[in-house]
């Protein structure tokens, strides 16, 4: 059963700093990586995704794949109070459509 | 926007009741999902439709039952539901990257 691990559980920053999240996977078939940010009461959304090695910007966020050790980071700078989510990692082998979910890491950044 | 829509978004039964919940996507998308995210939010995959056809089916009691009657729709039964069946269910479409949730479909089972 594929296994996707994040890390930490939790994390608080202040405003204006840096968050950085971790995930891996445990299956060598995995090709890609996403990223989801859930809101409370909220559904989640995909923030960013990566599908080759190296490193992706989006305005405050950066995405780094590591595809030899399945490693995926997302960092987050200049981080906001409306950045405070649950941020969730997926990950999937082509074509087999099952996107499968890490247990997330809960940010919260305080003013 | 919204373009995946669940009905309804809340829902309290009894044990040993019948329950429906339904999705329709509005992005022309060929592959449906469900999902159940449980109180610790752990999301967890339950079925997956690609054009009609069953093509994911994670070990899920019997009691839950998938439906769909075009790529667009894809409703979920549960039969004689239980306690641990309290959850929010996501639906979700894709057409082959990323996923497109609907808003959730929140069960409670008392």
């Known amino acids: 059963q594929q296994k996707v691990q994040q890390s930490p559980e939790s994390l608080i920053v202040p405003e204006g700093g840096m968050a950085s999240l971790n995930c891996t996977s445990s299956?060598?078939?995995?090709?890609y990586f996403w990223w989801y940010r859930q809101h409370s009461g909220k559904s989640p959304k995909m923030l960013m995704?990566?599908?080759?090695?190296g490193e992706k910007e989006e305005g405050r966020f950066t995405v780094h794949l590591n595809k030899a050790s399945l490693h995926t980071s997302l960092h987050i700078r200049d981080s906001q109070p409306s950045d405070s989510a649950l941020y969730l990692c997926?990950?999937?082998?082509?074509?087999?459509?099952?996107?499968?979910f890490g247990a997330g890491t809960r940010l919260k950044v305080i003013a | 926007e919204t373009a995946v829509f669940q009905t309804p978004n809340y829902h309290v039964t009894q044990v040993g009741n019948e329950v429906s919940f339904n999705c329709k996507q509005t992005?022309?998308?060929?592959?449906m999902y469900w999902y159940k995210q449980d109180s610790k939010k752990l999301l967890k995959i339950m079925f997956s439709?690609?054009?009609?056809?069953?093509?994911v089916n994670e070990t899920v009691p019997r009691r839950f039952s998938p439906q769909s009657s075009d790529k667009a729709h894809l409703n979920l039964r549960i039969k004689s539901v239980e306690p641990e069946d309290s959850a929010v269910y996501l639906c979700?479409?894709?057409?082959?990257?990323?996923?497109?949730f609907g808003e959730g479909s929140r069960l409670i089972v008392v």
């Open positions: 979700a479409s894709s057409s082959g990257n990323t996923l497109y």
């Open positions: 299956d060598r078939n995995v090709d």
């Open positions: 995704s990566i599908f080759s090695n």
């Open positions: 997926a990950a999937s082998n082509t074509g087999n459509y099952k996107y499968v």
């Open positions: 992005l022309g998308h060929d592959t």
């Open positions: 439709y690609n054009n009609k056809q069953l093509i």
